[in-house]
C-alpha cells in the first residue's frame, strides 16, 4: 500500500525553467492538495482538488498550476520558476473523515 | 478566513509531559488534526477530534478542545526521546485545512 507518492525527492532548477511535481496516491480519496513548507511559515496551501476534473486555488496559488484528469493522479506545474519558489513541497490526499495522508515530499531549489 | 497560531519552541524533560497549545479562529471548524513532523519526512496525522468533542485519548496522547476559548491542546504523557519533532495543529473548514506554523518539541536528557 504506497499511499501518496511523489516525486522527484529532490530538484534544481535554474530560473526561468518550467516543470512538474508529480503526486499519485492509490487510496482512492476525491480530495487531493499541494502545500508548501518554508521554515518559520509552516504549511501553506497552494492548490486543491476535490475531484477528477475539479481544481482550486490556495492560499498561495501564484506560479503554480494545476489539473486533475484522474482520481489518482494531481500533478503541481511550476510555470517558469523563481529563486521565491525554493521550498519544501507536499502533496496530500485526503479521506472523506479529513484526514490527510501525506507525500514524503519534494525539495526544490531554484538557483 | 482560518487562522492558526501556535507557539514555536517547547522544550520538555524525557518523563515528563509535553502540552503544546495552539488557538484558532474559525469556530465553524468541522474537524481539528494535530500532525507530526519528524526531520526530513513528510506530516504524519497523530489525532483529530470533532468540533463537537471536548476531549479525546488516545494511548500517550490527550487532545483538549475548548470551543469558547477556541483552543486546542495535545498533552504527550511520559514524553521520550522519539517525540522529538514539530506538531502542527490544523483546523478544516468547508474544503480547506489551515495548518499552525508547527511547534518545535525538544527533550531535555
Known amino acids: 500500500n504506497a499511499g501518496v507518492t511523489q516525486t522527484p525527492k529532490f530538484q534544481v532548477l535554474k530560473t526561468g525553467q518550467s516543470m512538474t511535481l508529480q503526486c499519485a496516491q492509490d487510496?482512492?480519496?476525491?480530495?487531493m492538495s499541494w502545500y508548501r513548507q518554508d521554515p518559520g511559515m509552516g504549511l501553506r496551501l497552494i492548490h486543491y482538488?476535490?475531484?477528477?476534473?475539479?481544481?482550486d486555488q490556495g492560499e498561495v496559488p501564484n506560479g503554480y498550476n494545476v489539473s486533475r484528469s484522474t482520481t489518482e493522479d494531481f500533478p503541481l506545474r511550476l510555470l517558469s520558476a523563481a529563486p521565491s519558489q525554493t521550498s519544501v513541497y507536499f502533496c496530500?490526499?485526503?479521506?472523506?473523515?479529513?484526514?490527510?495522508?501525506f507525500g514524503s515530499g519534494t525539495r526544490l531549489t531554484v538557483v | 478566513g482560518e487562522d492558526v497560531e501556535q507557539s514555536l519552541f517547547l522544550s520538555v524533560r524525557e518523563g515528563d509531559s509535553s502540552v503544546i497549545n495552539c488557538t484558532y479562529t474559525?469556530?465553524?471548524?468541522?474537524?481539528l488534526y494535530w500532525y507530526k513532523q519528524e526531520p526530513g519526512a513528510g506530516l504524519q496525522l497523530l489525532t483529530y477530534?470533532?468540533?463537537?468533542?471536548d476531549m479525546k485519548q488516545d494511548q500517550r496522547l490527550t487532545v483538549l478542545l475548548n470551543k469558547k476559548d477556541k483552543h486546542l491542546s495535545l498533552r504527550i504523557a511520559d514524553t521520550q526521546t522519539g517525540d522529538s519533532a514539530i506538531y502542527f495543529c490544523?483546523?478544516?473548514?468547508?474544503?480547506?485545512?489551515?495548518f499552525g506554523k508547527g511547534t518545535r518539541l525538544h527533550i531535555l536528557p
Open positions: 490544523a483546523g478544516a473548514r468547508d474544503d480547506k485545512i489551515i
Open positions: 487510496m482512492n480519496h476525491e480530495y
Open positions: 477530534i470533532f468540533s463537537n468533542m
Open positions: 474559525d469556530s465553524s471548524s468541522t474537524y
Open positions: 496530500a490526499s485526503r479521506t472523506t473523515a479529513g484526514t490527510n495522508t
Open positions: 482538488s476535490v475531484g477528477a476534473g475539479i481544481t
